[in-house]
């Protein structure tokens, strides 16, 4: 009888491990040379702060971005692939459009326009608990 429930308990163990593994996270990469926050319904209170460069990791399938106050557009996303965007337009704002860029493309623009009031920040957006600041730094 030990055995069996034995057997039961690792075959859970490797079912949740295994569940893990094919759940990977969406990296999307953020690049704006003002400052820009955007909300998502998903983290209606909170919302992502980018001002230089950001990186938000999420287990969502979608995010439903804020585009005139209380309207929100799905922006659907690929499970696992990481996704570069840029800001159109420049200086200060409060809203403002991403375009979606190569990697090279986006570092290239990471490092071509650092300035002292970039920061790097990174978040994780997740279905259970919401939105987290990870990491933040100049």
Known sequence: MRIVILFAFFGMLLSKKSLAQSNPL????????????????????????????????TNLDSLSLSVLGDQFVSVPFERGRTYYFRAVGSGVTTEGSFTTSTEQEFWLNVNAFRRASHRYRHYLLDKESGLKLLEEKR
């Open 26 to 57: 969406t990296k999307i990469y953020l690049y704006n040379g003002g400052s820009i926050d955007i909300k998502t319904r998903e983290s209606l209170n909170q919302p992502i702060r980018v001002s230089g460069y950001t990186l938000v990791e």
